[in-house]
């Protein structure tokens, strides 16, 4: 998921998952210390993603403000 090449070959959901987990979830847990909610830039359209990424199990969640977007529960 780091490498350079990986935007061109991933879907747009797996790119905003990446930039997610990038930022909150972190080695050697793989999740954030406390529970993260914010907003980035949707990888689809250039909208507001909506994220969330939980402190207990390293879920990530994220909803892309434009209908029919971006939208994922993992």
């Known amino acids: 998921m780091t490498t350079p090449g990986f935007g061109a070959f991933s879907s747009a959901v797996a790119r905003a998952m990446a930039e997610v987990r990038r930022q909150h979830c972190q ?14 830039r949707c990888t689809r359209c250039g909208g507001n993603l909506t994220y969330s990424a939980s402190a207990i199990d390293g879920r990530t969640t994220g909803r892309c403000s434009s ?3 971006l939208k994922w529960s993992d």
């Open 27 to 40: 080695p050697p847990t793989y999740r954030p210390t406390e529970t993260q909610r914010g907003t980035i």
């Open 67 to 69: 209908a029919g977007c």
